[in-house]
């Protein structure tokens, strides 16, 4: 983590319009030019600059920057907890440091043989912290993620999600543990996951992030249980694909426009570009994925390359290099191969 911080600034310099950022230069998950200066400092036992970045979160209403802010702090907490102990034992009942820990204490029993049983346990005091934040929505999508790990029945579920919406109508957090939930409780289940993730970004502001949930509600299509091939950035053709084929490529088109709205090499939509590149490989759009490759800049996320490897960044260089590959053979004085670059609508 310190080795990108140390790394951002001069990536950012060199790839403000970025055409072929090298390998060396790529980094993964790094943070923000906020988020930098928090974790370098709860590296060093100081909670003081987390406590500030959250509490301007949450005073400004920067929901989606403070539910990012949240996981990556919870994340880092993992390894390194002593300054979330300071802070807690500082200041018992702030509710920055609340979300933390709630959030570090659901991720803790997720990985977990009895994950449901010891997330059972847990929900109460979750809810429990999220009923006393106010209009705060972020310690909801903690709460609906503890709900979907306990394996909740829907009505129980539906009483959270009514909570989370009610403080914000919008949040992308809360609607992708929704998408979760329902795509885990009904499996295969693509048409509904779709209905869902294209009403909420149907009815939400053009600049929302939520407008990017059918592309989440496609990459659930494509990588669920009997979709996934050998190699996960490989054209995916299956009967499920082929019945929502119009649909998943309407989610990626939807999410194509969102990124063409934010600046190339942008920290806060690299976790978009990198999600739309992989689900655009996956449908066999090679030219749109390439330019999303591009538009990445240096900036890699482990969520979704991680998905089928423990290298999310060496998956992320292979895809990258076989794309440019691709590029070249099809640059004139060479001949044209492998399949058109999107199937026609009467192909489906």
Do not use: K
Not at 21 to 41: S, T
Not at 70 to 95: G, I, K, Q, V, Y
């Amino acid at each position: 983590m310190l080795r990108a911080f140390l790394r951002t600034t001069a990536a950012r310099a060199r790839s403000r319009t970025p055409r072929s950022v090298p390998d060396d230069d790529v980094l993964l998950d790094a943070p923000d030019d906020r988020l930098a200066p928090a974790l370098v400092a709860a590296a060093r036992g100081d909670f003081a600059p987390a406590a500030g970045l959250l509490s301007t979160t949450r005073e400004r209403a920067e929901w989606e920057h403070r539910d990012r802010y949240a996981t990556r702090l919870a994340a880092f907490a993992r390894s390194r907890a002593e300054w979330l102990d300071t802070w807690r034992a500082t200041a018992p009942d702030d509710p920055d440091a609340l979300l933390i820990a709630a959030r570090l204490a659901v991720h803790r029993r997720w990985d977990s043989p009895a994950r449901a049983e010891l997330l059972r346990q847990l929900v109460p005091a979750v809810v429990g912290a999220a009923e006393t934040s106010g209009p705060d929505p972020v310690p909801w999508r903690t709460a609906l993620d503890a709900a979907r790990g306990a394996r909740a029945g829907h009505a129980e579920f539906e009483r959270l999600w009514a909570q989370a919406v009610r403080r914000s109508a919008h949040h992308y957090g809360c609607h992708v543990a929704a998408l979760q939930y329902l795509a885990a409780s009904s499996p295969g289940a693509h048409g509904e996951c779709l209905d869902f993730a294209e009403t909420a970004a149907q009815d939400a502001p053009e600049d929302a992030l939520v407008r990017a949930l059918p592309l989440r509600a496609a990459f659930t299509c494509l990588t669920s249980t009997g979709t996934a091939t050998a190699t996960s950035t490989a054209p995916t053709s299956t009967a499920a694909v082929r019945t929502h084929r119009r649909r998943l490529d309407a989610a990626a088109d939807r999410a194509i426009a969102l990124s063409a709205a934010h600046p190339a090499a942008d920290p806060w939509t690299a976790e978009l570009r990198n999600l739309l590149a992989y689900v655009l490989l996956r449908l066999g759009r090679r030219q749109d994925a390439a330019e999303q490759l591009r538009l990445t800049g240096p900036y890699v996320t482990s969520f979704p390359w991680e998905r089928d490897t423990d290298d999310p960044l060496g998956h992320f260089l292979q895809a990258r290099a076989d794309v440019r590959a691709e590029a070249r053979a099809r640059a004139p004085g060479h001949p044209p191969r492998g399949r058109a670059e999107r199937s026609a609508p009467g192909d489906h």
